[in-house]
């Protein structure tokens, strides 16, 4: 099933120049950037964004980086993108992560990870509409109806 997902690249990676170096495994892999943006969150953006984790023990080191720099959100679209993103990202922990993911290859720690990627459909749908209004996203001949 196509699907779409939310990606984000994390402050420390685009710090160290790798926002190109990413999208590139995201194509690399089928999966097509339908919307994209460069945003800096307030803390309190980033405290709505992960309302998920507030009560984990990370919760405020999480939202205090994820506040600190610029981060490159993303919509991918593709088949099964939900799982094939998870897959390509590689698992939380970069330590834990395949080789060859992305987290193993660029993440710093099990927090500065590099990126994010939406987990389940219910998730991506929020974690898409907290980000992008419909008429950003790109659609199949959407030319007309997604300007003006
Ligand atoms: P995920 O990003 O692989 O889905 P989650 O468990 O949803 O992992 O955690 C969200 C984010 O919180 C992680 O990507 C990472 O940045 C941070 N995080 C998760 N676990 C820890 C931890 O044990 N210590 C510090 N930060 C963590
Ligand atoms: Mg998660």
Redesign the pocket.
Known sequence: MVERTLSIIKPDAVARGLIGEILKRFEAAGLKLVAVKLLHLSPDQARAFYAV?RERP?FA??TEYMSSGPILVSVLEGEGAISRNREIMGA?DPAKAAAGTIRREWGKD??K?AV?GS?APETAAWEIAFFFKPDEIHREGGRQEARG
């Open positions: 984790h990370f080191g999480l939380t099990v927090e990870n994010h987990d």
